[in-house]
Nanobody
Framework: QVQLVESGGGLVQAGGSLRVSCLASGRTFSRSNMGWFRQAPGKEREFVAAITWSGGNTYYADSVKGRFTISRDNAKSTVYLQMNSLKPEDTAVYYC??????????????WGQGTQVTVSS
C-alpha cells in the first residue's frame, strides 16, 4: 500500500525559508521519480518540482525556479523541498507524489495528506 507522509509546513514571513519533507513507502523508492505539487485555495493543484530516482535530474516550475530546491535521500525513503525567499503567493497545501517514469513532472496519482505552508506578507 502506497503511503506518502508530508511534514514540515508552517507559518513563515515573506522572504523566509522552510523545508518540507515526505516519507514514502509502498513502492521501490530508490527506483521511483518523485515530485512536489501544491494547491492554493480556489485553485487547481499545480506542479512545483520533481527529481529523478537517482537524484541526477531535477525539474522546477518557472514560478519557483531559483528559490526552491528538491532533493532526496534514498536510504531514508524521503524527498525534501527546500523553499527560500518565500512569497505570499507560495501559500498552499504542499503534496508529494510518485511521478511517472518518462514524464517526470506528472504524478502517477498517489497523494499524501499534504502539509500547509502559509507565507505572511
Amino acid at each position: 500500500q502506497v503511503q506518502l507522509v508530508e511534514s514540515g509546513g508552517g507559518l513563515v514571513q515573506a522572504g523566509g525559508s522552510l523545508r518540507v519533507s515526505c516519507l514514502a513507502s509502498g513502492r521501490t523508492f530508490s527506483r521511483s521519480n518523485m515530485g512536489w505539487f501544491r494547491q492554493a485555495p480556489g485553485k487547481e493543484r499545480e506542479f512545483v518540482a520533481a527529481i529523478t530516482w537517482s537524484g541526477g535530474n531535477t525539474y522546477y516550475a518557472d514560478s519557483v525556479k531559483g528559490r526552491f530546491t528538491i532533493s532526496r535521500d534514498n536510504a531514508k525513503s524521503t524527498v525534501y523541498l527546500q523553499m527560500n525567499s518565500l512569497k505570499p503567493e507560495d501559500t498552499a497545501v504542499y503534496y508529494c507524489t510518485y511521478t511517472q517514469p518518462v514524464t517526470v513532472t506528472r504524478s502517477v496519482g498517489d497523494w499524501g495528506q499534504g502539509t500547509q505552508v502559509t507565507v505572511s506578507s
